[in-house]
């Protein structure tokens, strides 16, 4: 039987039923939930202060209007980070290697930024389509180069975090293979692998991280120029 590296990739089902929800869900199990107590233990203490300061960062250059975007962004935040994080951890899969689950999380979050700043400031909204003191000859060419940039700005966000999680999982399959392959051959090249594969671990996991921060902040960033 022919391995595949992509079968990884694949949507889980059980008994034919597609087990996408449930990966979409479990990851809110995870997260302590708040008590009625004084103080809380140190766990929840740390959750707190993380959302807080993330919070506190992302809406720092938007005005009060974009402040009622502060809890779906950290929603979204932290929604990505546990899925990065859970498709690391043997036997599961990442929801987010699939763009389409992606693309349905940036194309409605775009629009709705686009629809924003048409309702607020249809001026200033369709005046990033045309830069200031533009030559005569070069207005249709950049209005069209302007607009088609526009648009391709949800989907950057799908394929970016796409991307980064599909090269990352492939590259730590194939070093894992590589290592089981060499260990009878070559016990000492299989341990530096294995080095390898471990410090490669750790990078995706920052990997994680960052492309989960960058889409939020890339969201923030669209919906600071529309508020």
Known sequence: MTLSFFDQFMSPTYLGIPLMALALILPWVFFPRPSSRWLENRLLTLQSWFINRFTQQLLLPLNMGGHKWALLLTSLMLFLISLNMLGLLPYTFTPTTQLSLNLGLAVPLWLATVIIGMRNQPTAALGHLLPEGTPVLLIPILIVIETISLFIRPLALG??????????????????????????????????????????????????????????LLLSLYLQENV
Do not use: D, K
Not at 188 to 193: E, N, P, R
Not at 206 to 215: L, S
């Open 159 to 216: 394929v970016r975090l796409t991307a980064n999680l599909t090269a990352g999982h492939l590259l730590m399959q194939l070093i894992a293979t590589a290592a089981f392959v060499l260990l009878p051959l070559m016990p000492t090249v299989a341990i530096l692998t294995t080095v390898l594969l471990f410090l490669l671990t750790l990078l995706e996991i920052a990997v994680a991280m960052i492309q989960a921060y960058v889409f939020v």
